[in-house]
């Protein structure tokens, strides 16, 4: 049990107090994906042929940070977002504003890094792609990581309201089998990331 779930389970009602319970084995549950979910406050990446974007959420899971670091794993198709200092190497500004003003999401122009993910993924240019993010901890360092296969994509032109469209290998699933699940977010820097040059 993770700390967070430990935390939560302590918070509930004693166990002895619930009455009869049922015994479980997780084998063969699916934990379902939160791209099957409403989830415009979830922090997000969106890729275009020509550019990427953070949403406001991502923003504020680490606020008055106006720098990153992008990591890419390109076997594993992830991405990492690294807080970091204006003044790190390959630091990347993904947000306006700091200081005295409020820090803004803002779109990062980047034709060619934007070109070798969608080469990568092998995406088609005309729609653009989201990808939900999950908090990470490598190394006692909270960083924030995309895995780039679990997207959803919509039509490059349209406008917010556009129709979301999911990836048709999750048709006949849920999500990941639970006994895989937790070991599908862990990450090991050392294990094959690159910094990626500045977009």
Excluded at 126 to 142: F, I, N, T
Excluded at 185 to 199: E, N, Q, S, V, W
Aim: negative net charge; aromatic residues 12%.
């Amino acid at each position: 049990m993770n700390e967070d779930n430990e935390k939560l389970f302590n918070q509930s009602q004693p166990l002895e107090e619930l009455g009869e319970k049922e015994i479980v084995d997780l084998a063969g549950y699916q934990v379902t994906r939160g791209e099957l979910f409403a989830h415009q406050r979830e922090p997000a990446i969106t890729i275009w042929p020509d550019r990427i974007k953070f949403n406001m959420a991502c923003l504020r899971e680490f606020p008055g940070i106006t720098h990153i670091q992008l990591l890419i794993h390109p076997e594993q198709r992830r991405l990492i977002i690294r807080p970091c200092d204006r003044n790190a190497p390959d630091s990347l500004r993904w947000a306006s504003g700091g200081g005295e003003k409020d820090v803004k999401n803002r779109d990062m122009i980047c034709r060619i890094f934007a070109g070798k993910v969608f080469d990568l993924m092998q995406w088609d240019k005309q729609y653009r792609y989201k990808m939900l993010g999950r908090p990470a901890v490598c190394d006692g360092e909270v960083l924030f990581l995309f895995k780039l296969s679990d997207f959803e994509f919509f039509v490059a032109g349209e406008k917010k309201r556009s129709k979301g469209y999911l990836r048709m290998d999750w048709r006949d699933s849920f999500g990941i089998p639970a006994e895989q699940h937790e070991n599908s977010y862990k990450i090991d820097l050392a294990d094959g990331y690159i910094i990626t040059d500045k977009i």
